[in-house]
């Protein structure tokens, strides 16, 4: 892959200069080694057409009539008008506050929703993620441009996605009121498995495509993500691709180089990152250690992560839920080792180890001599086992929610002695 036309690949400035020795080493490391690997959907926003959604989900005839209102609410007009009223108002694009940067709302008092939006909250939940594990809150909060922001959680409570709407900034062409949803790392997961390790994952975003194709969808942001748990193809494999040209494109008969930039963690091992374009253009791709970020400075495992994000230009279609590794390899050709490999269940598997292993290591530093002083004076083992039972809590810690962490890993997560400075502490 890596030598695959790499003189037409390069800028004309840099045909012609031959591979360090280093950066040939890297390439093939990386190509020839085998890996324990996953790809999939990490992060998914877009809006629908709200006047469609209500009528696919059948809203129309039961959601309608909550407050008395009925004869009002009878069609898409009216309510279209009626949760204009609420959220940011619009001002002239060409106006500028005190500071001299561009307005396009004005924030207004939040007024809490009523059980009409409440309502159509409730069916938006039903007919894009019912069954799936997530959570809809009861209540609503402002949001940046709709006028009510439904959060999506886990049974837990951890923040998942959300919901938006109402609003006169989020109005389409020809007058037709709109619907946001999100779901961020943990929303895709959830949606994905639904807790049956047995499902097929891919069958699930394609019948999610087709309830998105009736409902007038405009996908606005689609995180795809492989993970290498090995390490395998680093941030030196991916710094080697993009020096030697691998990334280059052509606009206007020429070749370019994307914008590059690095995050160094200096020697702390909490994780570097090398990104690849920039965050405002249609893609954008981050290759971080995933492990060392999650808080285990010892982990391999590096994610390669590709954002894009729609434009007046080029819009995301939904073909990428059905086939988001196409969309991967079609950004940059030389993305054509990514493939799906393993099941997403087994992700939640590696992140849960890290952060167990990050909590143990902090836990032993910060509580390690106190348990060794009780251990001490603990007569017998049941005396030792009553204050352990006494001071603990039955509600399970952030990083074992979403994971499945069972025993027979926990002797693997038992730290050593980091270094000299911990024995000297």
């Known amino acids: 892959m890596a030598d ?62 909550l407050d008395g209102s009925d004869a009002s609410m009878a069609s898409l007009e009216p309510l279209s008008a009626y949760l204009a009223a609420f959220g940011p108002r619009p001002k002239p694009k060409a106006g500028a506050d005190e500071n001299g940067e561009v307005v396009t709302g004005e924030r207004v008092p939040f007024v809490p929703p009523c059980s009409i939006v409440r309502s159509i909250a409730s069916a938006a939940f039903r007919y894009l993620f019912e069954g799936s594990g997530l959570v809809l809150s009861v209540d609503a909060g402002p949001g940046s441009f709709y006028a009510y922001k439904f959060l999506l959680t886990n049974v837990h409570g951890d923040f998942a996605g959300s919901i938006e709407l109402g609003g006169m900034l989020t109005i389409r062409k020809g007058g037709r009121p709109s619907l946001r949803f999100e779901l961020t790392g943990q929303g895709c997961s959830l949606y994905e498995h639904r807790g049956d390790a047995s499902a097929d994952h891919a069958q699930r975003w394609c019948a999610l495509r087709a309830q998105l194709e009736r409902v007038g969808t405009m996908l606005t942001r689609v995180d795809t993500a492989f993970d290498d748990f090995d390490g395998k193809r680093s941030l030196a494999h991916a710094r080697c691709m993009w020096e030697v040209g691998e990334f280059d494109y052509t606009f206007g008969g020429e070749r370019h180089r994307p914008q590059a930039k690095e995050f160094n963690d200096c020697g702390s091992r909490k994780g570097s990152t090398f990104y690849v374009g920039n965050s405002t253009s249609e893609k954008q791709l981050r290759v971080y250690q995933k492990g060392r970020q999650l808080g285990d400075p010892d982990s391999p495992w590096v994610r390669w992560e590709l954002q894009f994000k729609s434009s007046s230009r080029k819009r995301i279609t939904l073909d990428v839920l059905s086939d988001p590794m196409s969309f991967m390899r079609g950004a940059f050709e030389c993305l054509d080792f990514i493939a799906s490999c393993m099941a997403r269940f087994e992700v939640q598997d590696e992140v849960s180890k890290a952060t167990a292993k990050s909590v143990m290591r902090h836990g032993k530093r910060m509580f390690g001599r106190t348990w060794g002083a009780i251990f001490r004076l603990a007569p017998d083992p049941e005396s030792l086992f009553l204050v352990m039972q006494a001071m603990s ?21 038992i730290p050593s002695p980091d270094t000299d400075e911990e024995a000297q502490q």
């Open 393 to 413: 809590d039955d509600r399970p810690p952030n990083w074992q929610k979403t994971g499945r962490l069972t025993w027979a890993d926990v002797p693997g997560l």
């Open 4 to 65: 695959r036309g790499a003189a037409e690949r390069l800028p004309s400035s840099n045909r012609g200069v031959k591979r360090s020795g280093s950066q040939q080493t890297e390439l093939s490391r990386a190509v020839s080694a085998p890996s324990r690997t996953w790809a999939g959907i990490d992060w998914l926003a877009g809006s629908v057409d709200l006047g469609e959604l209500l009528d696919e989900s059948g809203w129309w005839g039961r959601g309608q009539c």
